[in-house]
């Protein structure tokens, strides 16, 4: 690992890990909590989609704030709402409280996860940029991955509330280590050389309007298929191949393994031999094991396909996230950055909004097809209209 990367160990991988692992713990329980309030299923998928709200709100607004606050505060204050919000979800009684919260939290999420990537961006060079990043994924997916089963285990033993009350501890945890290791890498703007922060976003998209335009649709079919996924692998194993809970699970962690492994190969491809390198092959691979999907017929072949959206997806880590730091402007990095999440967090809320539209019409195998052909969109998209931005300059100056 590169030395500047490993630096990053304190101020941004842990509290990185901490908070993807505060995430995985209420996957399990949070819709169990939910439904302790007596509401219908529609209402717990409110609840469970609240935080997703929440971060799509508040992207523009985050990026706006890193540019006139800081780097810094801005990643104290998103820990800070989030660590808040988790300890009130863990002690209030009712459900509408519980969705506000849930909303507050997706607002901490988007100012923590845009603060992050600013930081990461400013603080190490391009040539080991993919490596940064593709490292905050991995640790990303590593959290996630290492925590529903505890908590899934202290829900069962101490209540349903208990976990969050875990999450808010863990989340103070990487409060008190944000505070400690994390230096001030972007200052404020002085109050007269701040440029309308509206404006500014309209002059990104004037000048960069090529390169946003190809590479934002690319990002937006590539969450759109990386959401996608995690809907219809679940789905098809229960309602048409006849699996178990258990099985789906099974499938899932096998691909989730797989995926979490692939990150120090998809820095290495990103800084070593281009950001293409990464990007391209994992929309195709990610594609290709949708395509498998309707031909599936039991545990193992759609194990089988798992495994290889698993495979696609862990090339693709940190790859739209060293893009987006690539085209970004130097001096409006927070509000392009802010543009960029937004349309990477509409991308992946729209996948599982298309494969409910499309199996809900036509069933669940020709929504997997769907999928498939938006991850070739994607790689060709990638491949032949958004810039190779390895080795080029930093982006110059807005004027």
């Known amino acids: 690992m590169s030395r500047r990367v490993f630096a990053l160990m304190l101020p941004v991988y842990v509290p990185s890990f901490l908070l993807a692992f505060t995430q995985g713990l209420l996957i399990p329980t949070l819709p169990l909590y939910a439904t302790t309030f007596g509401v219908s299923f529609s209402?717990?998928?409110?609840?469970?989609?609240?935080?997703?709200?929440?971060?799509l709100v508040m992207d523009l607004p985050s990026g706006v704030m890193l540019e006139r606050?800081?780097?810094?505060?801005?990643?104290?204050?998103?820990?800070?709402?989030?660590?808040?919000?988790?300890?009130?979800?863990?002690?209030?009684?009712?459900?509408?409280?519980?969705?506000?919260?849930?909303?507050?939290?997706?607002?901490?999420?988007?100012?923590?996860?845009?603060?992050?990537?600013?930081?990461i961006s400013e603080a190490v060079p391009l040539e080991v940029r993919g490596r940064a990043l593709s490292a905050f994924g991995g640790v990303n997916r590593i959290g996630v991955f290492a925590s529903p089963a505890i908590g899934g285990l202290v829900g069962a033993q101490f209540g349903l509330q208990t976990p969050f009350l875990l999450a808010a501890a863990l989340t103070g945890v990487a409060?008190?280590?944000?505070?400690?290791?994390?230096?001030?890498?972007r200052k404020p703007a002085k109050a007269e050389h701040r440029r309308p922060h509206?404006?500014?976003?309209?002059?990104?998209v004037?000048?960069?309007?090529?390169?946003?335009?190809?590479?934002?649709?690319?990002?937006?079919?590539?969450?759109?298929?990386?959401a996608g996924r995690e809907i219809i692998v679940p789905l098809y194993g229960a309602t048409v191949l006849g699996l178990d809970v258990a099985a789906v699970g099974v499938i899932l962690t096998v691909s989730a393994a797989i995926d979490m492994s692939l990150f120090g190969i998809a820095g290495l491809l990103q800084d070593r031999m281009g950001r293409k390198w990464a990007s391209v092959p994992s929309m195709i691979i990610l594609g290709a094991g949708m395509a498998m999907v309707p031909f599936t017929s039991g545990l193992f072949s759609l194990l089988a396909a798992a495994a290889i959206m698993g495979l696609g997806n862990g090339l693709g880590s940190g790859t739209m996230m060293t893009l987006g730091s690539d085209l970004a402007p130097?001096?409006?990095?927070?509000?392009?950055?802010?543009?960029?999440?937004?349309?990477?967090?509409?991308?992946n809320t729209g996948g599982p909004l298309v494969v409910g539209a499309v199996a809900d019409l036509t069933g669940l195998a020709l929504a997997a097809v769907v999928l498939a052909g938006v991850g070739a969109l994607a790689a060709s998209n990638l491949a032949w209209f958004v810039p190779e931005t390895r080795h080029q300059r930093e982006r110059r100056a807005l004027t």
């Open 175 to 185: 409060l008190v280590i944000t505070l400690k290791y994390v230096p001030e890498s």
């Open 43 to 55: 209402l717990v998928s409110l609840a469970v989609a609240a935080k997703g709200i929440g971060t």
């Open 206 to 226: 004037a000048t960069y309007r090529r390169d946003l335009f190809a590479a934002g649709s690319a990002q937006i079919l590539a969450q759109m298929i990386r």
């Open 69 to 119: 606050f800081g780097t810094r505060k801005v990643m104290l204050l998103g820990v800070g709402v989030a660590c808040v919000s988790l300890v009130l979800m863990g002690l209030i009684e009712n459900y509408y409280v519980l969705v506000i919260l849930r909303l507050l939290s997706g607002c901490g999420t988007a100012m923590w996860m845009l603060s992050r990537m600013a930081f």
């Open 330 to 347: 130097r001096d409006a990095m927070g509000e392009f950055l802010g543009m960029w999440r937004l349309i990477g967090d509409g991308g």
């Open 198 to 204: 509206w404006r500014t976003m309209g002059q990104i």
